[in-house]
């Protein structure tokens, strides 16, 4: 028998071994683990079978094998002769992706924005969103998709806001960890990234995240951390910039010293694509796999990388640990055990959308309703709307994580030539026109009217003989680029005032990428916050204006006043279309705010925003009452929410707590929130349970969390500047290790 044959088969045996091991009965030895599995196989691979696991191609050409029409973000390949199958990854957190229509033809549901999902502040919305992208992944014969989107959105005008949770890290940590834990209940791989603050798009390849390790440790690490705890992604996607000087996929102290130490990551980390600047380097430095290695200055983990195992820069038990990760990630997941299909299967598009418009109702924001102009009255015959595309769709944010929906694209507007991402980066709409959906949720008795809102002239008199205009107002967010301020653009605003000042029954809705200023907010009689609300976001707009269901989403990010109450007024760098900046190697982030991200910065700078972080208003009215602790637990609080209104709803309470850190003066941080659906006069006592981390320094020297003794000033709140109920919180003084705390 050929050499290598036994052997292969013990480790096919082992890599098969939970299929051979169902027929075990019950008292037999359970199968062995992935890890013993994943070792066994590595333990007989060759050199090159490892050297071939460590990277990824991107290019169609380097995709085009044996007839696959895969393409997508990523394929690498499998390891044959041990029944690993290759790896198809694709792109990202709002579902299959297919942002350049690589694979032509190609659609999927479109989530609504990440911000949506996360102001729905409901794990459970987070986790089926992430179970419905994960199974038309699997359907689609992809067995990674690069979700997760977890940074901090420390800046209002940062081009992904609109792809992340948000500016907490707690409410970071536990809606990613609920995304990345649904989409892995679909057996595949789910990424966590851009590991670990990669907070604008100006210069992103250039430029250094500066920040302390404690104020880094308290803010994106600390949502890293939870997002990894509670979804246990396969893969973390390593960024594009540095973090204090060292790019994020070399930075020993990140990878090897977080991540891989303290909090004893067993998966892989992946670059970004074109984020990888050396071999042994980032290699030893704890990076395990290059993607899209045809996009760095040179496929650093092909020959590069053998060179310097060969030369004994990076030792031979490094690469075996690449090999190892990426494997064990591979049979943990389920894509050894149960492969994804290499041929499309069905998938239920309808039930799918179904959730889609469940987040984006869940997650739009109800933030002015003067006189209870909303929901609109059934006296409403004569609806004129106007703008933001309303005739023809919703808007989407452009770059990899663009979907295209099912629902078909109405719209697509290309960057100028001059733009080097124009061909990569577009501007597109969903076909899911909200007008259609409010003539049909109006009745035929009803007369709604649309104008483009080009000629304001002719909106204004339109407007003057409408019972209620709705204007659509929109603005555009996208990967590679920062916006250069928080104005609607293209005369919006200036629309705005002209038609508030005809007719005073003016609602706005916004489909945007995050925080937008507002200068007509006192003049307008109505404002929701629809984000980009995905595949039917059409309908579910509707709904909430005629009051088919009763708004619950809570702002996950401050809108401020104006951007110069921001940390940042405007994307530091010089803006240049293409992401560099011509002739510097590189320019620095001073994130003077540290952990003090959003609400913390506008309290600690005593500026009043004008929209708080988790503000959002309802059909109905909310009261608290009664916040105790809870008898032997004492990290845990119970309060009473009631609703006091007619009609059904629900609120989402807020726990702050009051914390000094650092000697400094006690900031607030939100520590808990619940979610819950309440019937008119409904009571619920909601017990929370507060991670002890969230009331703690982080002690650099001590490698822990060290809670200070004495008293924390907790409350309850509608949002993070209301206080409707207080407590103190007594504190033992003590060290909470860093390893894992332990969730709730
Ligand atoms: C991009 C993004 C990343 C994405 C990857 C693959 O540039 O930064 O989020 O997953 O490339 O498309």
Redesign the pocket.
Known sequence: MPRATIPCLIALTLALAPAAGAAQDQDAVPPPSADVRARAIVGMMTPEEKLGLVSTVTSREGQTAGGDRRFA??RGPGVRRFGIPELHET??SLGVANANEQRPGDVAVALPSSLATAASFDPEIARAGGAMIGGEARAKGFNVI?AG?ANLTRDPWAGRDFEYLGEDPWLTGVMAGAHIAGVQSAGIISTV??FAINAQETGRTIMSADIGEAALRESDLLAFEIAIERGHPGAV?CG?NRVNGDYACENDALLNGVLKGEWAYPGWVMS???AVHSAGKAANAGLDQQ??RELDEQPWFVGPLREALAKGEVPPARLDDMALRILRAMIDKGVVDHPVPDKPLPIDYDADAAVSQRAAEAGMVLLRNRDGLLPLAATATHILVVGGHADIGVLSGGG?SQVRPVAGVARTEHLPDSNPFNGFIKRIWGASPPLDAIRARAGAAARVDFLDGKDVAKAVEAARRADVVIIFAEHWRT?AMDLRDLALPGGQDRLIDAIAAANPATVVVLETGGPVTMPWRDDVGAIVEAWYPGERGGPAIARLLFGDFNPSGRLPMTFPASATQAPRPTPPGEPKDDGKLVGIPRFDVDYVEGADVGYRWYEKQAETPLFPFGYGLSYTKFAYYALRPVPGHPLSVQFTVANIGDVAGADVPQLYAAVRLNGGPPIRRLVGFRRVMLMPGERRAVTLAIDPRLLADYDVAAHGWRIAGGTVALSVGHHAGDTALKAALPLAPRLVPAAHAPAD
């Open positions: 973000a990523g792109d990202a690069l989107g990234k851009h996607m594009y970004d694509w074109g993607s899209g990899s990967e």
